[in-house]
Nanobody, 124 residues
Framework: QVQLVESGGGLVQAGGSLRLACAASGRTFITYAMGWFRQAPGKEREFVAAINWTGRTTRYADSVKGRFTISRDNAKNTVYLQMNSLKPEDTAVYYC?????????????????WGQGTQVTVSS
């Protein structure tokens, strides 16, 4: 069982940066693949970034590639999403998710555990 709590969301101007954090409970965090997803009003939840349990393998949606960076600190049971060069279209609720696998996962329905989400709003 893993519980996830996101933090770091807020209001930022276009071109600015935010760093989201997702703190996980449970001693088996190190064995989980982690992902970030987002959901804008009226849209479906979509994949943003994922990282495998070692942190050596990452995947990104094309829309954020080169601007966002996912990382993890297994000693702190925390995964991060550094978001730079933010655009108004990045506005959404951002969710952290965990999947008990040694591989990386990019599909929403692969993830078993989800956080409550944190709002990111980018003004133009």
């Amino acid at each position: 069982q893993v519980q996830l709590v996101e933090s770091g969301g807020g209001l930022v101007q276009a071109g600015g940066s935010l760093r989201l954090a997702c703190a996980a409970s449970g001693r088996t965090f190190i064995t989980y693949a982690m992902g970030w997803f987002r959901q804008a009003p009226g849209k479906e939840r979509e994949f943003v970034a994922a990282i495998n349990w070692t942190g050596r393998t990452t995947r990104y949606a094309d829309s954020v590639k080169g601007r966002f960076t996912i990382s993890r600190d297994n000693a702190k049971n925390t995964v991060y999403l550094q978001m730079n060069s933010l655009k108004p279209e990045d506005t959404a609720v951002y969710y952290c998710a965990a999947y008990d696998t040694q591989y990386i996962a990019t599909k929403l329905n692969e993830y078993k555990y989800w956080g409550q989400g944190t709002q990111v709003t980018v003004s133009s």
